[in-house]
């Protein structure tokens, strides 16, 4: 047995309107002039309202700040604005609201606060980590499991591709997981953020590392996720779908901390090239790299079946695996996802490029299966 190490710490608040204890938790940070990094979707919707109403109540010397101008696929110049707005105006702490994209440019603009001289470039696990500001992550889609994860994804200046920036220091400390503030989201993101928290489960459970936990936790998910998702889509004022939705998007953030596979692969520069939502690209790409993977590891999607309700246990494992993925397949068609990379603007074109990309992606390191650049190409072929 190898060496390794486990470990699961934020301060979660779940339950529809926990964003009311936001005061306390500023208070209990020190928190004076929190800087508020948002996107500007959000600043007409009831979730940034109720944001707005919980950051004061009680407290005449708090004043806060905010920056809403983040991009889908956030840049390093999102985040250098965020961060020069925080030194301008002394903020000491971050509150990100939103999707990935606000609570990524949340995360990793307390980098650029904490050394404004240097690039997002200069950063990487031998820099120094030290002092960042609290952060405190409130999400608005249940999808990335960005709120529990140690990683931030931002496009550096001049890269052509998304660059992660991962370090332990960039958790957030308190996380709020009200499905008061998802209940305006359309179904349309709803169905494409909800299938990335999938993914996330699918891909972590069936990566080859050792990480128990995660694995309970990624099954766990698939189950709340197989339930939640299509109560969500088809209401959005479910509360209790949005709920369950937000604790599921957690668990595929923190089961994922055990490792990707190759979807993610492919989905990363579907985002950085043709500018397709992550949780779309993911869903497009899904049920063909578990083609792909079945083909080579037959019976790897067995206990994700039995996580889906499927009565799997004494199939064969090409069968178990045959009913697993048609599943998800139809489940995904279910929630209304575009069937083919085409249908989002992907041309033939982009295929080379693409595959470039992904091949360099580490995130096909913990695929199931070994993959090389062709069969990443012929997959995106496959999902053209
Ligand atoms: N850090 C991580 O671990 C991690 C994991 C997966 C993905 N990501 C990143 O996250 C980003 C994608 O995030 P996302 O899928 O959450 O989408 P997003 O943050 O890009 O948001 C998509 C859209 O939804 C809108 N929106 C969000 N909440 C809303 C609400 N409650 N009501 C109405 N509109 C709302 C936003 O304004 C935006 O226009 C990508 O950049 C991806 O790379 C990060
Ligand atoms: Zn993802």
């Known amino acids: 047995m190898d060496t390794t190490s486990f470990n699961f710490?934020?301060?979660?608040?779940?339950?529809?309107?926990?964003?009311?204890?936001?005061?306390?938790?500023?208070?209990?940070?020190?928190i004076q002039r929190p800087l508020v990094v948002t996107d500007s979707g959000l600043l007409a919707t009831d979730a940034f309202k109720k944001l707005a109403g919980a950051l004061l109540p009680g407290e005449?010397?708090?004043d806060w700040f905010l920056h809403s101008d983040v991009q889908p696929n956030p840049t390093e110049a999102n985040t250098r604005g965020?961060?020069?707005?925080?030194?301008a105006k002394g903020c000491d702490g971050v509150v990100g609201l939103g999707g990935g994209s606000a609570l990524d440019a949340a995360k990793v603009c307390r980098i650029l606060i904490k050394q404004p001289q240097l690039k997002l470039a200069d950063y990487d696990w031998e820099a120094d980590w030290?002092?960042?500001?609290?952060?405190?992550?409130?999400?608005?889609?249940?999808?990335?499991?960005?709120?529990?994860?140690?990683?931030?994804?931002?496009?550096?200046?001049g890269a052509g591709s998304k660059g992660m920036f991962f370090h332990p220091e960039l958790l957030a400390k308190c996380v709020f997981l009200d499905p008061d503030l998802t209940t305006g989201l359309p179904p349309g993101?709803?169905?494409?953020?909800?299938?990335?928290?999938?993914?996330?489960?699918?891909?972590?459970?069936?990566?080859?590392?050792?990480?128990?936990?995660?694995?309970?936790?990624?099954?766990?998910?698939?189950?709340?996720?197989?339930?939640?998702?299509?109560a969500a889509v088809a209401d959005?004022?479910?509360?209790?779908?949005r709920g369950h939705m937000l604790v599921a998007a957690a668990m595929g953030g923190v089961a994922f901390q055990k490792d990707l596979g190759a979807t993610h692969s492919l989905a990363h520069p579907l985002s950085a090239i043709?500018?397709?939502?992550?949780?779309?690209?993911?869903?497009?790409?899904?049920?063909?790299?578990?083609?792909?993977?079945?083909?080579?590891?037959?019976?790897?999607?067995?206990?994700?079946?039995?996580?889906?309700?499927?009565?799997?246990?004494?199939?064969?494992?090409?069968?178990?695996?045959?009913?697993?993925?048609?599943?998800?397949?139809?489940?995904?068609?279910?929630?209304?996802?575009?069937?083919?990379?085409?249908?989002?603007?992907?041309?033939?074109?982009?295929?080379?490029?693409?595959a470039d990309q992904a091949w360099v992606d580490p995130c096909h390191q913990t695929n199931p299966v070994p993959v090389t650049r062709e069969d990443l190409k012929e997959l995106f072929l496959k999902a053209l």
Not at 133 to 152: D, K, M, N
């Open 9 to 30: 710490p934020t301060d979660t608040r779940v339950g529809p309107g926990v964003i009311s204890q936001l005061n306390e938790t500023l208070v209990a940070l020190g």
């Open 60 to 62: 005449p010397d708090r």
């Open 82 to 87: 965020a961060a020069e707005l925080a030194l």
């Open 130 to 157: 030290s002092g960042l500001l609290p952060f405190i992550a409130i999400p608005t889609t249940a999808g990335t499991g960005s709120e529990v994860g140690r990683s931030g994804v931002v496009t550096p200046d």
């Open 189 to 230: 993101l709803t169905a494409a953020t909800g299938l990335d928290a999938l993914t996330h489960c699918i891909e972590s459970y069936t990566s080859p590392v050792f990480h128990p936990l995660c694995d309970g936790i990624a099954l766990e998910g698939i189950a709340l996720i197989i339930h939640a998702l299509p």
């Open 236 to 241: 959005g004022s479910d509360i209790d779908a």
């Open 274 to 354: 043709c500018g397709v939502h992550h949780g779309t690209a993911n869903a497009i790409c899904l049920p063909h790299v578990m083609r792909f993977n079945t083909q080579h590891k037959p019976g790897v999607y067995r206990r994700i079946g039995l996580a889906c309700g499927l009565d799997v246990v004494s199939c064969s494992d090409a069968e178990a695996d045959g009913q697993t993925i048609q599943f998800i397949d139809d489940f995904i068609q279910r929630c209304g996802m575009p069937p083919s990379l085409e249908d989002v603007g992907v041309e033939e074109q982009n295929i080379e490029a693409l």
